[in-house]
């Protein structure tokens, strides 16, 4: 089993929004009993809250359910998460420092790396303030880059059919 955490800063619009496509891109694979997904946020601001309401109404349009609560990431996470994915170069910064040794420090991702089509763009952009075309905006990039994540777990950990 390999368990995937997405972090953003609040857990309300990116990370949520990511787990939502990655839950969804995983099971239409066939894989769910061999991937597992949740997200988190560096902040404790919004714990307990569900994903923004324009995040949920932004995936929906799409087929896509944000059911997540927020919480915090906590150092504990790195023993549970194979790959720890941070939303952009900011929440890596806040990740590497909770992270307690090497190998915790090697499952922190950016996950806009997975995405081929976006090298010079490392970070998904924070919504929050953005409007609607703000939140269609990150679900894409988070789209692309959850397919290219898939397609490395598959390959790197031999989960083809």
């Not at 190998?103 to 609607?132: N, Q």
């Amino acid at each position: 089993m390999y368990r995937l955490c997405f972090v953003c800063l609040g857990n309300i619009c990116r990370s949520p929004t990511a787990e939502g496509i990655m839950v969804t891109l995983v099971e239409e694979a066939g894989l769910a009993s061999k991937i597992r997904v949740d997200s988190a946020g560096t902040s404790a601001w919004h714990v307990g809250e569900p994903a923004d309401q324009r995040s949920r109404d932004c995936a929906e349009r799409r087929g896509v359910r944000l059911p997540s609560i927020s919480r915090q990431f906590v150092v504990e996470d790195f023993e549970r998460f194979h790959y720890v994915l941070a939303m952009d170069r900011d929440n890596r910064v806040d990740l590497r420092a909770l992270a307690s040794d090497p190998v915790a420090e090697d499952r922190i991702h950016l996950l806009r790396s997975f995405d081929t089509a976006s090298k010079h763009e490392p970070d998904v952009p924070d919504p929050y303030y953005a409007g609607d075309a703000g939140f269609d905006r990150v679900f894409d990039i988070c789209a692309a880059a959850c397919r290219g994540l898939l397609d490395h777990v598959v390959e790197r950990h031999g989960l083809g059919a």
